[in-house]
């Protein structure tokens, strides 16, 4: 479903993800509007789709999927949109007296011609050129969502894309679209991989293959895993990027060298990793390690019965196995508890807790 009109009233807005909760005003009714926002500000025109939820405490409320910004299609429109204080300087007052001279060429204006808005009685020559900066360069930010939803990039993530490559972004991407791998989760790579192609970047370039063999190892952090075997990263790059093992090779050398990815051979197997996946991996294994060396000072000696005076005070009877847990707990300096949502992990913190 689609809504088109102007963004009334941030109610909320999330500063590290632009999540937003507004007030959406179209020409039938205002509704309250939820999702993600970046780059938007109070007085936007905006084209919205997505669907009406109802949320159990505050009612009807549309869900934005995608969102595209859209320049004011009347003077009357216009008008509102700069007297809502989008542009430092123009209120009310200011923004009618653009409108009323500039008219239908007022957008232009501002792109164009920026030095005739100190025709304006109160605008000076700098605050001409102040104005137009700031309008253009917030209309060109709403331009980066759009263009990045082709490539399956959402608007929550766009603001790090913006972050990290600035006004200029689409020039950036489109000189090398694989940059967006190494900035952004989750990203469609073979939206990205087209796109190069078709701007001739060569198919067994050191970019593109070094651009595949990273998405393979991001794809396989989905399920957890923080490297892969190195074979079969050899097969996930060459079935998908239809390029041969000998360029590969080449790749996996110059990332080695420069760091981007660690290579290491355990269980027989030699394994590749996201230098910073491994980086992590080995930080965590090194305070495990100190952990473990470490003297256990919470250790209970009558362990025993104590959890069975707490059995009783907070009426439950553990079964035998999740004794056992909290007794390797007690003796252990370090227990690493694992096991998907809803198997009560927490039980078992709690449980030991109470005991000491």
Excluded at 73 to 84: D, P, R, V
């Amino acid at each position: 479903m689609k809504l088109e009109g102007q963004l009334e009233e941030i109610i909320y807005q999330n500063e590290t993800n632009s999540y937003t909760i507004a007030e959406f005003s179209t020409d039938e009714e205002t509704y309250t509007v939820v999702g993600y926002l970046p780059f938007i500000n109070e007085g936007d025109f905006l084209s919205l789709e997505g669907k009406f939820v109802t949320h159990q405490d505050y009612g009807r409320q549309f869900k934005i999927e995608t969102f595209e910004k859209k320049m004011p299609e009347t003077k009357e429109a216009l008008e509102k949109y700069l007297a809502s204080g989008i542009v430092k300087g123009i209120g009310p007052s200011i923004a009618k007296k653009i409108v009323e001279k500039f008219g239908d060429e007022t957008i232009a204006i501002f792109k164009f011609e920026p030095k005739r808005l100190a025709e304006i009685k109160g605008i000076s020559n700098t605050g001409a050129l102040e104005m137009a900066d700031e309008f253009n360069s917030k209309w060109e930010l709403w331009q980066i969502v759009g263009y990045l939803e082709k490539f399956g990039i959402n608007a929550s993530n766009s603001k790090k894309v913006y972050e990290a490559l600035g006004a200029d972004a689409i020039n950036e991407i489109k000189k090398n679209p694989y940059v967006l791998i190494d900035i952004t989760y989750g990203v469609d790579f073979f939206k990205i991989d087209k796109m190069a192609l078709e701007i001739g970047i060569d198919i067994n370039s050191y970019q593109r293959i070094g651009a595949g063999i990273r998405y393979g190892l991001i794809l396989a952090s989905y399920n957890g895993n923080t490297c892969v075997e190195k074979n079969k990263l050899y097969e996930f790059v060459e079935n998908k990027l239809s390029v041969e093992e000998k360029y590969i090779d080449e790749v996996i050398i110059n990332l080695k060298a420069v760091n981007k990815i660690i290579v290491e051979e355990f269980n027989e197997h030699e394994w590749v990793f996201l230098e910073e996946f491994y980086r992590i991996e080995k930080n965590i294994a090194q305070r495990l390690y100190m952990m473990h060396k470490t003297k256990n000072i919470k250790h209970i000696k009558s362990f025993k019965e104590q959890l069975e005076k707490e059995e009783i005070l907070m009426q439950m009877i553990l079964s035998d196995k999740q004794k056992e847990a909290l007794n390797q707990v007690n003796e252990s300096n370090i227990s690493i508890i694992t096991g998907g949502p809803g198997t009560r992990k927490n039980n078992y913190y709690k449980s030991f807790n109470k005991c000491i």
